[in-house]
């Protein structure tokens, strides 16, 4: 009963070598890393930037609808209200400073370039913040510096 066993098992190692089914489970390792090192991390890269890109985004916007409603009293001392409206911003994505512009010549409030109509409000702001991405797969596309970081502007008229 041995010896038919015996034959029994080599016939049928001899017919899986010849039938090649181990091959299939081979090759998906290969496909398998292909897949996740080629397509799937660089696409995780892009989905990644842009999320954060569009969260500091919103960020912006929704700092400068606080600021929309929360005008300065007066435009050449507004040093404290600025520190206060910094402190109101969103701590993931932190504005540095804000730049208050009056009248036509685009620059900076103070006593001597204040709107003639309404010389005490100011007609835009100007701020920004930074973005900082961590790709794995993609550092070479997306960084243009060794810090990977991006400044993004906003401005709004106030009026």
């Not at 397509?39 to 954060?52: C, E, K, Q, V, W």
């Not at 709107?115 to 702001?125: I, L, Q, R, T």
């Not at 900082?132 to 550092?139: E, Q, R």
Request: net charge positive.
């Amino acid at each position: 009963m041995s010896t038919i066993r015996t034959n029994r098992t080599r016939s049928g190692i001899r017919s899986l070598i010849g039938d090649r089914r181990g091959a299939a489970a081979f090759e998906m390792a290969i496909v398998f890393s292909f897949l996740m090192f080629m397509l799937l991390m660089p696409l995780a890269d892009l989905a990644i930037a842009g999320f954060r890109y569009i969260s500091a985004w919103q960020s912006l916007r929704a700092f400068g609808q606080y600021l929309q409603y929360n005008q300065p009293p007066d435009v050449t001392s507004a040093s404290t209200w600025m520190s206060t409206a910094i402190a109101k911003s969103d701590s993931s994505y932190p504005v540095t400073s804000i730049q208050l512009i009056c009248g036509n010549s685009n620059s900076a409030c103070s006593t001597g370039n204040a709107d003639s109509a309404n010389p005490e409000k100011p007609k835009y702001y100007v701020y920004t913040t930074t973005v900082t991405l961590t790709p794995m797969v993609l550092k070479w596309a997306l960084c243009v510096s060794d810090p990977c970081t991006y400044t993004l502007p906003y401005s709004q008229r106030f009026q």
